[in-house]
């Protein structure tokens, strides 16, 4: 989702990109499938673990195949073909995304409950900040050069790199390499989640299905008691209210961050690798927000969440309507560009760290405990499908029209 729209523009349109990421969309609609993850488990396993580690095994297979084809399927144009496979990546992981949130939900306490969303956006974060700017930075050939290659201790310690017909070094990560590594860590860490790590379950003490803190026994949920419950969530109006406040916040966020980084690095001529680069200098800044981010929220996180998306609309809007529209030709940016596409894109980037951690925060605290696993599930959906519904125009739109329209 970070380094492909930015790799492979140059084969793409935008809308087919737009298509491209409309895989996404499961992440929208996973509340439909949250109550079978939220009932049918291995109870000698673990209710979580039974969903955890299957579906990140098949995450690791779709991987190994994507290492050695999605460069051919993209630079083909085959469109459709690799939407269909990375559509069932995502849908094998709503349902341990599903898992995961309940489960944490579950293990940690009341009073603890905003530094889940700090620890979940800090691992997101990082992941996210290694497969985008690191792999870009580490992917390019004349950052590698510069960088890598022709840095003191490198020239001291190994032998000079393989170089292509161009004669450019070989970059240090292959898109091939990059994909095969993460699924190999994946895979060592479902071994250790299977093998080291226990699922406790709570301690059950009633006899009418609920233990000391009123929380139900789910194994005593039917699907159709399951069904009326998140039928029953749904159809409150304080949701309904959320998600249209949720839906307007994300469309004026939508061009800049669905588009903003590929717009300025093909459209506009900014150095793809500077773009990266500011990634590593800023995101360590982002990370550790997401902890102090996960304090504030303890106690106001739905205050604290109205503002920074005032903030978010401000910045996004800056950023397009001025930062976009005077940029300057490519033979002409220096420091002061390289300086203030940095603080835009951080300002926007480390806004959505704010968003996530608040909002997580905020479904944490007002989650039924009796059934976790939709209630986070449908909660969290309404924040996914707010910010998914705007992928399926805006590429289009900037297809026909451009960002500015005449």
């Known amino acids: 989702m970070s380094s492909v729209p930015l790799i492979f523009k140059q084969y793409l349109t935008y809308g087919e990109l737009g298509a491209l990421l409309r895989c996404t969309l499961p992440f929208s609609l996973k509340l439909l499938w949250s109550p079978f993850v939220e009932i049918y488990h291995f109870k000698s396993f673990g209710r979580r673990k039974s969903w955890v580690i299957p579906t990140q095994l ?7 195949y994507l290492k050695d084809n999605i460069e051919t399927l993209l630079v083909e144009k085959h469109v459709n073909f690799t939407t269909a496979i990375l559509t069932f990546l995502v849908v094998t992981m709503t349902c341990q995304d599903i898992a995961v949130d309940s489960w944490a939900v579950e293990m940690l306490h009341p009073a603890n409950s905003s530094y889940g969303s700090s620890s979940q956006s800090m691992g997101i974060t990082l992941g996210a900040f290694v497969s985008s700017s690191v792999f870009i930075a580490l992917n ?13 201790w490198y020239v ?3 032998s000079p790199p393989a170089v292509d017909g161009e004669g450019l070094p070989e970059p240090v990560l292959t ?20 093998l080291c790590v226990p699922e406790v379950p709570r301690a059950r003490q009633g006899e009418e299905g609920e233990d000391a803190d009123g929380a139900i026994d789910e194994t005593q949920v039917t699907l159709s008691q399951t069904f009326a419950i998140f039928r029953d969530v749904v159809s409150n109006k304080n949701l309904q209210i959320w998600f249209l406040f949720k839906l307007g916040t994300a469309a004026a966020q939508s061009i800049y961050d669905n588009v903003g980084g590929v717009y300025l690095t093909s459209d506009l001529g900014y150095d793809r690798e500077n773009h990266a680069f ?22 106001r996180p739905l205050r604290l969440l109205a503002t920074n998306m005032l903030v978010g609309i401000l910045t996004s809007t800056y950023a397009v309507l001025y930062m976009m529209a005077y940029f300057p030709p490519k033979e002409e940016q220096d420091h002061l560009t390289f300086l203030h596409v940095t603080l835009v894109d951080f300002l926007a980037k480390s806004n959505s760290t704010f968003a996530f951690v608040a909002d997580f925060a905020l479904i944490q605290m007002v989650t039924d405990k009796r059934l976790s696993g939709i209630h986070v599930t449908c909660l969290a959906t309404v924040s996914n499908q707010a910010s998914f519904f705007h992928k399926l125009y805006i590429f289009r739109l900037i297809d026909s029209f451009g960002i500015f329209i005449p």
């Open 58 to 64: 098949a995450m690791c297979a779709v991987f190994i």
């Open 175 to 194: 898109l091939q390499g990059f994909i095969f590594m993460w699924a190999c860590f994946q895979a060592a860490v479902t071994a250790y989640i299977a």
């Open 140 to 152: 390019s050939p004349e950052f590698c050069q510069q960088w890598v290659y022709g840095a003191w």
């Open 278 to 299: 500011a990634g590593v200098v800023t995101k360590p800044v982002d990370i550790a927000l997401s902890f102090v981010i996960g304090y504030m929220a303890s106690e």
């Open 156 to 158: 001291k310690v190994a």
